[in-house]
Nanobody, 123 residues
């Protein structure tokens, strides 16, 4: 069973950047596809980005494409989300998640979740 712990959230002005990290333990990290999701108050959790087990294949939501980059370091058991050109509408709690086999954009297909980290973008 995998435990996931996010870090790196905070308050940033519009146009700024943040890098989120998610450290994993308790499982074989390279066996899992990883995703980042976010959830704003009163809204459903939504897909942001995902990376394959090898790190070669990535997927992005249209709303973040070209601004966010997901990557992983299997030697460090960590997945990252580099967020550039941040907008107020990016304000959310960001969660990392893990699943076996291939990446997915669907919340319900992920088996393990972190506790989330708050990202707030001021205008």
């Amino acid at each position: 069973q995998v435990q996931l712990v996010e870090s790196g959230g905070g308050l940033v002005q519009a146009g700024g950047s943040l890098r989120l990290s998610c450290a994993a333990s308790g499982g074989t990290f390279s066996s899992y596809a990883l995703g980042w999701f976010r959830q704003a108050p009163g809204k459903e959790r939504e897909f942001v980005a995902a990376v394959s087990r090898s790190g070669v294949s990535t997927r992005y939501a249209d709303s973040v494409k070209g601004r966010f980059t997901i990557s992983r370091d299997n030697a460090k058991n960590t997945v990252y989300l580099q967020m550039n050109s941040l907008k107020p509408e990016d304000t959310s709690v960001y969660y990392c998640a893990a699943k076996t086999r291939d990446t997915s954009i669907r919340v319900y297909e992920y088996d393990y979740w972190g506790q989330g980290t708050q990202v707030t973008v001021s205008s």
